[in-house]
């Protein structure tokens, strides 16, 4: 068995993605923050609940370790804490606007592969998968802070898979669309859904990265189906 760390495995997607990495056996660690958030998650043997901040190198660096054990070496790394906020176009965005979402889609997912990828160049490699937007390709006014930050994300992508590579870990990206969670069918209760991504489609899809393929530096969209 192999351990799976998914960040914002608590949320309408990572609770998808965690249910995934589950059901194909893995050993599941989710950092959380939110009690209330921990009633999305299946009950399993398998699956390791760590309170912790991901924005505190230390905190991450616990989580981590937590993470990689001898018995269930770390295989997989899965990076789903970030956020979306509209806004109005760049010359009229603050800056601590801009700031507060590079942080929020950035930092978390830096400090975690910090930590982890020397854990699995000593597992003898593994996956990292990290969940940038379609709007990158197909971009829409009023989010220019949102679509640089996940831009920024597949940026890293790339970089990582071309430092890491020779170490036998792949890193890549998913682009979905609109995702159908709650929290935005809340958010757009009149908007017309036939084209939102379900969750557990993107978690197929992360899931299939996390295998035995040998996709790396990818950066793949991932439609719904309706």
Not at 22 to 28: E, I, S, T
Not at 105 to 124: D, F, M, S
Request: some cysteine; glycine content about 12%; proline content about 7%.
């Amino acid at each position: 068995m192999r351990t799976a760390l998914i960040t914002g495995g608590t949320g309408g997607l990572g609770a998808a993605v965690t249910t995934a990495f589950l059901d194909a056996g893995w050993r599941v660690v989710v950092p959380w923050v939110a009690e209330s958030e921990l009633g999305r998650l299946p009950e399993h043997a398998a699956l390791d609940l760590v309170k912790a901040d991901l924005f505190d190198p230390a905190e991450v660096g616990a989580c981590v370790e937590r993470a990689a054990t001898a018995d269930a070496p770390l295989g997989a790394v899965v990076n789903l804490v970030g956020g979306f906020a509209m806004g109005p176009r760049l010359h009229e965005t603050p800056i601590d606007e801009f700031d507060r979402l590079l942080r929020l889609n950035l930092r978390p997912t830096y400090l975690v592969c910090q930590a982890a990828l020397p854990k699995l160049i000593a597992a003898g490699g593994g996956a990292v998968v990290c969940v940038s937007a379609k709007a990158t390709e197909r971009p829409f006014p009023g989010a220019s802070a949102y679509l640089t930050a996940k831009t920024a994300v597949v940026g890293l992508v790339k970089a990582m898979a071309a430092e890491y590579g020779r170490d036998g870990v792949r890193v890549n990206a998913v682009l979905p669309g609109i995702i159908d969670t709650p929290g935005n069918r809340a958010d757009d209760p009149d908007a017309d859904r036939s084209g939102w991504v379900r969750p557990q489609e993107i978690a197929e899809a992360i899931l299939f990265l996390c295998g035995q393929t040998p996709i790396t530096g990818a950066a793949i969209p991932v439609a719904g189906t309706g």
